[in-house]
């Protein structure tokens, strides 16, 4: 059950906690008129009959900005993708394996080490699955750094 109070209004404790019949006017239930506001009252007491209600104070969302719970929802439905590891005849172990390590978040030595001997003996190894943006900068930091990569989506794997 929503209550909403609309306008400056003089009123007392009880008129808001305890409303009597007749007081439709000021309080009516339901929702708010302007849907998607949002709406907080102040009240200060004025001597011993009651207090005033101040005016709303209205929060509106910048448009073209999405809130944070809406980037994460989108990230979650969002499709993953593989960022893979080409073989290639340039690049020593050891440094292939640096790189894993400084551009992946929590890849470890181990793991590293296991990606570059599958992409040296295989010609092709899966460095990571993740979101579309970040596989797409894994890609293009691997790149940057000398290596041989490419992304495509996973099949339904995380």
């Known amino acids: 059950m929503e209550t909403a109070i609309c306008g400056r209004v003089t009123l007392s404790p009880n008129h808001v906690f305890n409303p ?15 849907r998607g506001i949002l709406m907080s009252m102040s009240v200060t ?10 005016r709303p104070t209205i929060e509106k969302a910048t448009p073209g900005r999405e809130s944070e719970f809406d980037l ?30 400084k551009v992946i978040p929590g890849m470890t030595l181990d793991n590293a080490v296991n990606i570059m001997q599958e992409a040296h003996y295989n010609g092709l190894a899966v460095v990571i699955i993740c979101a579309q943006a970040d596989a797409e ?17 996973a099949s339904g794997e995380c």
Do not use: W
Request: charged residues 25%; contains cysteine; proline residues 6%.
């Open 72 to 101: 994460r929802k989108s990230r979650k439905t969002a499709p993953p993708y593989r960022v893979l590891l080409h073989n290639d005849n340039f690049n020593k172990r050891e440094y292939v394996v640096q790189v894993l390590m």
């Open 20 to 34: 009597k019949p007749g007081d439709k006017q000021l309080l009516y239930k339901g929702s708010c008129i302007n």
């Open 137 to 153: 900068e894994h890609c293009m930091q691997l790149r940057g750094n000398g290596l041989l990569s490419s992304i495509e989506p």
């Open 45 to 54: 007491s004025q001597g011993k009959g009651g207090g005033l209600l101040e």
